[in-house]
């Protein structure tokens, strides 16, 4: 995300109109409801994060402990459990 001088882009009257409120501060504007995009949509980490969890389930399931996964993983154990019980989606 980056900045833009309001002066650029906004008309003068809405300028004026939003330094009565909010003077030499930034301020975030968040996108319209229809142009959002979920968490990782735009990069590949959800892929690859479903990826490394159905990796993590194929692992223990051919036996590999918990404390082993982490370590190969640099997860925590207590991360390590949490993927185990929760669904891998392709399993």
């Excluded at 995300?1 to 930034?26: F, H, S, W």
């Excluded at 892929?47 to 640099?74: C, K, P, S, T």
């Excluded at 997860?75 to 929760?86: E, F, G, W, Y």
Aim: some cysteine.
């Amino acid at each position: 995300m980056g900045y833009t001088n309001a002066t650029e882009v906004l008309p003068r009257t809405v300028l004026e109109a939003v330094q009565k409120y909010i003077d030499g501060q930034c301020v975030y504007i968040p996108r319209r409801d229809d142009r959002r995009q979920a968490w990782g949509e735009r990069t590949q980490t959800r892929a690859n994060i479903r990826a490394r969890n159905r990796e993590i389930h194929a692992r223990h399931d051919r036996g590999m402990g918990v404390r082993e996964l982490a370590e190969q993983f640099y997860l925590s154990p207590k991360t390590i459990a949490k993927i185990l019980r929760a669904p891998t989606a392709g399993r």
